[in-house]
């Protein structure tokens, strides 16, 4: 095996830094706070959700650009069909007319002289 400052470096380092890892994980774990943790994490949903389909323009973006790789290409139609499904829910959202503006219009006063 061949020893380099690098190795020796990280594994001075390294080591005070696992031990103290490994102490607080013992510790937590003689203390019950890892059963607490578990107990007040949220359950995980009961039917995971299902991927989005491809969409018209994740193929289109995926097909123009020509470096990426398959799985790359696979990755983008992914990403796009989610913002699309996203979108198609925020839009889907309906406001009443009994929901305040969010904020209201007021025009600024010029800073030019109205000399006419």
């Given at each position: ?8 470096t990280r594994?001075?380092i390294?080591?005070p830094v ?7 994980a013992r510790?937590?774990s ?5 059963e607490a ?13 299902e991927?989005?389909a ?10 123009e650009e ?5 799985e ?5 139609r992914?990403q796009?069909?989610?913002?699309e ?9 309906k406001v009443?007319n009994d929901v305040?503006p ?5 025009a600024l006063r010029t ?6």
């Amino acid at each position: 095996m061949k020893l380099s400052r690098r190795a020796v470096t990280r594994a001075v380092i390294g080591a005070p830094v696992m031990l103290f890892a490994a102490s607080v994980a013992r510790l937590e774990s003689l203390l019950g706070w890892k059963e607490a943790r578990a107990a007040q994490a949220p359950a995980p949903s009961p039917a995971p959700e299902e991927a989005p389909a491809d969409s018209a323009l994740g193929r289109f973006l995926a097909r123009e650009e020509e470096e990426l790789s398959g799985e790359e290409r696979r990755r983008v139609r992914r990403q796009v069909a989610q913002l699309e499904q996203a979108l198609k829910e925020i839009r889907g959202f309906k406001v009443t007319n009994d929901v305040p503006p969010s904020g209201t219009f007021k025009a600024l006063r010029t800073r030019r002289p109205h000399d006419r």
